[in-house]
């Protein structure tokens, strides 16, 4: 039973464009949200969070949108730089300090 | 240490192996955790450990699985017996425990043969 599901595998943008990445949870106990970028070889890396009790977070080109009605959120990028290519991670936390993660999407920008 | 490392990089191992990963957490981070990645999966929660509580086993996938941490130091991960679906990237990471950003390790990439 997946609890965090990151139904697209894959997205390709043009460099300069915005970057939707979104994910759905069906843990209604979540209370937090996460994002990890993940190069290859690396492991995954912070990039932003959101607390159930917002409904948008920014930190400069990437801002991450919480719906908790639709258990959605999702991850903007804008604009989209080539360096943003990486599997993106969404992840939650309910109850206990340990994450869910999703499967990851992969992010191509194209110059 | 500057981050969380994590030792060997690479393991190839037979089956029926026992393997022995290793993780270095940043220094001062009360809570540690394992995860594992395998091939088009998304990151599956092994174990948790927060300072001197019992740690949270839930995810661990079998009794072939084990680990251990000294204080709030070294952890070690065991996986007795191996078979051909323990292959994975097997990642640690630690976190304070007050903002649950948790860093990561680059991982070991466990492949067995």
């Known amino acids: 039973d997946q609890q965090v599901k990151q139904n697209s595998p894959s997205l390709s943008v043009q460099e300069g464009r915005i970057s939707i990445l979104n994910c759905d949870y069906t843990n209604s106990m979540f209370d937090y949200f996460l994002w990890y970028k993940k190069y290859p070889a690396e492991g995954p890396t912070f990039l932003i969070s959101?607390?159930?009790?917002?409904d948008k977070n920014e930190d400069g080109r990437f801002t991450v949108f919480l719906n908790k009605s639709a258990k959605h959120l999702s991850l903007h990028i804008v604009p989209s730089q080539p360096g943003d290519s990486a599997v993106y991670f969404c992840?939650?936390?309910?109850?206990?300090?340990?994450?869910?993660f999703g499967k990851g999407t992969k992010l191509t920008v194209n110059p | 240490g500057a981050g969380v490392s994590q030792s060997p990089s690479n393991k190839v191992t037979e089956k029926g192996k026992d393997v022995e990963l290793r993780c270095d957490p940043i220094s001062g981070h009360t809570a540690l955790y394992w995860y594992r990645q395998r091939l088009g999966q998304g990151l599956e929660f092994l174990i948790y450990f927060q300072g001197n509580s019992a740690p949270d086993k839930s995810g661990l996938p079998s009794d072939r699985f084990s680990a251990e941490r000294t204080g709030e130091s070294v952890s070690t991960l065991t996986i007795q017996r191996t078979q051909q679906e323990d292959s994975a990237v097997y990642l640690c990471a630690s976190s304070s425990g007050v903002n649950y950003g948790y860093t990561f390790g680059s991982g070991t990439r466990l492949t067995v043969v």
């Open positions: 992840a939650a936390r309910g109850g206990s300090e340990k994450l869910v």
């Open positions: 959101i607390s159930s009790i917002k």
